[in-house]
Every structure is written in C-alpha cells, then in structure tokens.
C-alpha cells in the first residue's frame, strides 16, 4: 500500500513539474513576441485637425498657415483658418 503511494505522489509531482515547466516556456515565448519590433515605422510629430480634432501625423496634414487638416475637404469648411 505504502509502494502505491508512493508512486501516486510520484506521478502527480511528475504532472506538477511538466505543466510549470510548460507554462515558463511559453511565458517566455510571450515575452519575447512582446519586444518592439525594428521595423516599426516612426510617424513623427502628431497634429490636430482643425475642423474634426483627428490626431494624425504632421506629414500627411495639409497645413493652411497655422492650422492643420485632415483632408482637403476640411479645409474646404475653413479654408481661412478659423471655425
């Protein structure tokens, strides 16, 4: 009964060790798909659209002296800059 036991314990620290052991690898994998990417591109400085409040890139705005805009049919609205 005692040997039975035994091997009861030995199975369900086995079970115990191979599933932690599972569970840091892939806790490692995770945290290695979480490093930043290289490739990544930089966008910039980010500006505000004058007539929808967009935040986008400055190099894709279209700037009518001081303001931005998202497109051109914004600046259509308030071509002069004020609202």
């Known amino acids: 009964m005692n040997f039975l036991r035994f091997i009861l314990i030995a199975f369900l620290g086995w079970i115990l060790w191979r599933f932690t052991q599972r569970w840091y690898q892939n806790f490692l994998i ?42 051109e049919e914004h600046q259509s609205c308030f071509g002069n800059g004020t609202k």
Do not use: D, W
Not at 37 to 62: D, Q, W, Y
């Open 30 to 71: 995770s945290k290695q798909e979480k490093k930043p990417n290289s490739t990544t591109k930089k966008l910039g400085p980010m500006v505000r659209c004058n007539h929808c409040g967009l935040f986008f890139p400055e190099s894709e705005a279209i700037k009518n002296g001081e303001v931005y805009y998202c497109c």
